[in-house]
């Protein structure tokens, strides 16, 4: 899926994210702030990547602000900043791509 313009999802309250996309420059390029960046790091980004992945976004300037969100609160911002960011507003296929 393509991202056609800026699109944000999510808060800054604790146990959130904010989610930023905005069309890439022919890759994936992440840019995350975490407060549990020590601890999570790893699994964060890989939630991030596995979310785009299953989205089929290969092309996305993303800027996720974490405040300690479980990864389902992850995964659900991603979606919602991609879907946000393609005007998609009804039948919104959580948990899986749109095909």
């Given at each position: 899926m393509?991202?056609?313009k800026p699109a944000v999802a999510g808060t800054l309250e604790s146990s959130d994210c904010m989610?930023?996309?905005e069309p890439g420059q022919?890759?994936?390029n992440l840019d995350l702030d975490s407060?549990?960046?020590r601890q999570f790091g790893p699994q964060i980004k890989k939630v991030i990547a596995e979310t785009l992945a299953?989205?089929?976004?290969t092309d996305v300037n993303i800027r996720v602000v974490d405040k300690g969100a479980l990864d389902c609160t992850i995964k659900a911002r991603v979606e919602a900043a991609v879907y946000r960011s393609n005007d998609?507003?009804?039948?919104i296929p959580w948990?899986?791509?749109i095909k």
């Open positions: 393509e991202i056609l989610v930023t996309v022919g890759k994936v407060s549990v960046m299953r989205l089929d976004v998609i507003r009804k039948d948990g899986g791509a």
